[in-house]
């Protein structure tokens, strides 16, 4: 049976994206309008709209890409180019980049003059699927991933593969982890069907419905649950310790795409739910197997003078309540479980299995 999850924020999934983008400025006639991108999205995506755009006076902000300038610093320039360049409450700010840019375009855009209008056009494939929808918005503070950030959603989100051509092969299978994370909670047929797809190779048509059904999953929660209270924290499968491991890498200067870093903690919250929830061994050995052949070994070696470390990074984490560090886990493949509890030695024994699939990595 087909989990039913319909697309209600206002997302359109198309291949005539300067078209619809053409609709949306006619819309804004008179306002002024700002778009931002990165070095690359200006190489690869700005063209496609230059014709259009050049009938309208925009002003242009780009951004180093890369995670370290996910940073207050960037967000100040940000607001700093709205200043100067006049921008006001009627103002729209079009986003073109990966999820990097639009969460934190988005963050300065939701708070400069206490909100301006703003739309995603993603053009990785985890933006499309996962990071322009739902309104999550900030940057990293303290080491510590979107430390600071508000919930503000998108006044649109216009979604084209045809952004995806350019596209390193790394980071289009980054985004293949949130896509498996959402079979991973809601649908196993969903997480099959990806695992027998070569993600890097597929034509266009079948990644628009894959995409489709990740966006399908992850309104799906969103919609439900906007502010994560409850059921959204489901989005967060992977991340408790997906995020500690990024931190810790990106503090050790290796920089591996926010999607791996998912991944990973992906196969040591499975074995975390077989301790936890009794996900079956079989399934936890079979999905770890798959995510690996996909995403490879970790970066750098883990070793236990390590531990303390990933457990401060993890003991940090938005979803925790005090002393309570909070996973959201499985008890089936397909079936989530939120504010699930862990003990200091089960989520150890769980990166401990992370390693040990993972054998060949450098030490540091
Ligand atoms: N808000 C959310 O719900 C949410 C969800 C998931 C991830 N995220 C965040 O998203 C970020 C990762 O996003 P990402 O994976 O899109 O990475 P990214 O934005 O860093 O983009 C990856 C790289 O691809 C380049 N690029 C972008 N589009 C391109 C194109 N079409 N052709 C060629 N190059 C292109 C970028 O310049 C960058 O170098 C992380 O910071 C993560 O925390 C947010
Ligand atoms: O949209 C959500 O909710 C998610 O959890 C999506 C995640 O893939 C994303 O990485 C998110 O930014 C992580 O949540 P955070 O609140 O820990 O930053
Ligand atoms: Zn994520």
Redesign the pocket.
Same mark, same amino acid.
């Given at each position: 049976m087909i989990k039913e999850a319909k697309i209600q924020s206002d997302v359109i999934i198309t291949n005539q994206i300067v078209d619809e983008i053409r609709k949306l400025l006619k819309q804004y006639e008179n306002r002024s309008i700002f778009v931002f991108t990165?070095?690359? +999205?200006t190489k690869?995506?700005l063209p496609i709209f230059s014709d259009l755009f050049k009938t309208y006076p925009i002003s242009y902000f780009e951004m180093e #890409?890369?995670?370290e300038n996910?940073s207050m610093e960037t967000v100040v320039d940000m607001w700093n180019f709205f200043g100067d360049n006049g921008a006001d409450r009627k103002s729209l700010v079009i986003q073109i $980049? !990966? !999820? %990097?840019?639009?969460?934190i375009g988005g963050f300065a855009a939701s708070t400069f003059k206490r909100g301006m209008d703003f739309v995603n056009i #993603? +053009?990785?494939l %985890?933006?499309q699927v996962?990071?322009s929808? !739902?309104g999550? +918005?900030g940057f990293n503070f303290n080491g510590l991933?979107?430390e600071i950030g508000v919930i503000r959603q998108p006044n649109r989100v216009f979604i084209d593969p045809i952004? %995806?051509k350019? %596209?390193?092969s790394n /980071?289009i299978i980054? $985004?293949y982890a949130?896509m498996l994370k959402h079979g991973f909670i809601f649908d196993k047929k969903h997480l099959d069907l990806l695992l027998q797809t070569d993600i890097v190779q597929i034509d266009s048509q079948d990644v628009s419905s894959l995409i489709k059904r990740s966006i399908e999953i992850k309104d799906h929660f969103v919609h439900i649950d906007p502010n994560e209270k409850g059921i959204r924290k489901a989005l967060n499968f992977g991340h408790t310790i997906g995020h500690s491991l990024e931190s810790f890498f990106i503090s050790n200067h290796v920089h591996p795409? /926010? $999607?791996y870093a998912v991944a990973w903690g992906m196969i040591a919250e499975l074995y975390l739910s077989y301790l936890r929830k009794e996900l079956p061994l079989s399934q936890v050995d079979h999905y770890s197997n798959e995510i690996i052949k996909h995403f490879g070994d970790l970066p750098i070696k883990i070793e236990k003078k390590h531990y303390d470390t990933l457990l401060q990074w993890i003991s940090k984490d938005k979803k925790n309540e005090g002393k309570k560090i909070n996973f959201t886990l499985l008890s089936e493949i397909g079936k989530y479980s939120i504010n699930e509890d862990a003990t200091q030695e089960e989520i150890l024994d769980s990166i401990e299995f992370l390693i040990q699939k993972t054998a060949n990595n450098d030490e540091i």
């Open positions: 990165d070095i690359n +999205t690869f995506c #890409p890369g995670e996910k $980049g !990966g !999820g %990097l840019l639009t969460d #993603p +053009t990785t %985890l933006s996962d990071a929808v !739902g999550k +918005t991933k979107n952004f %995806l350019t %596209l390193e /980071h980054s $985004g949130e795409q /926010h $999607g």
